[in-house]
């Protein structure tokens, strides 16, 4: 990976914990037309983590701004949960210690009339050289995946498998308080809980 644009190919992967979330986070080549076969195996590969992402960090550098060059990533993220990253705050000679004036109000219009997308995506303002705005880009990550306010025991599942199994033990659960409710047998209301047990051992393996 270069600071220059275009360069970057390979797709770079790492897990996270962020407030207890575990993430697999995947750092991608930019979006942009291109015309280098090349460049644009990168961005095609891009293109395709997007479209199985659960949220997307959408990373602007706060020094240059939106521009017109980057409008057309709003396809690519349209239906997508996303966060807008305003980074390099630090270049920003107006800026306060978190990026919420001068120059950052700019770059959150420009973003937010480039992109187009409903709702707003949150915009958070970093530096990852100074380490600026971390903190609240956390937060943002954690909302954007289990909803603003959801405490430190919110689930999160990203696995359609563990979806659901966990949607069928609920359903054998409430079958099973149903059977209770209306006075059936002991025998009716086992089975209900044991349909609910072999549900969460598939999500465990076990068959």
């Known amino acids: 990976m270069t600071p220059i644009p275009g360069t970057t190919r390979d797709v770079i992967e790492e897990s996270v914990n962020i407030r207890g979330i575990p993430i697999r986070a995947i750092d991608t080549a930019g979006l942009r037309e291109t015309s280098d076969p090349v460049e644009e195996l990168g961005v095609r590969r891009s293109r395709a983590e997007i479209a199985a992402a659960d949220l997307v960090l959408l990373v602007i550098d706060a020094s240059a701004g939106w521009t017109a060059e980057e409008a057309p990533i709003a396809r690519d993220l349209a239906g997508k949960r996303v966060v807008v990253v305003a980074n390099k705050v630090d270049l920003v ?39 600026a705005g971390l903190e609240a880009l956390e937060g943002a990550i954690a909302g954007a995946l289990v909803g603003e306010g959801a405490g430190a025991d919110a689930v999160l599942v990203s696995n359609l498998r563990h979806k659901a199994g966990l949607e069928g033990a609920i359903a054998a659960l409430q079958e099973a308080l149903t059977s209770v409710a209306t006075g059936f047998e002991q025998a009716v209301v086992a089975i209900d809980l044991r349909i609910a047990a072999e549900a969460l051992g598939e999500i465990r393996g076990r068959r």
């Not at 978190?98 to 219009?109: A, L, R, V």
């Open 93 to 131: 000679a107006a800026n306060t210690n978190d990026g919420s004036t001068g120059k950052h109000s700019g770059i959150q219009t420009l973003a937010m009339e480039g992109l187009g997308l409903e709702p707003t995506p949150p915009l958070v303002a970093t530096s990852m050289l100074t380490g």
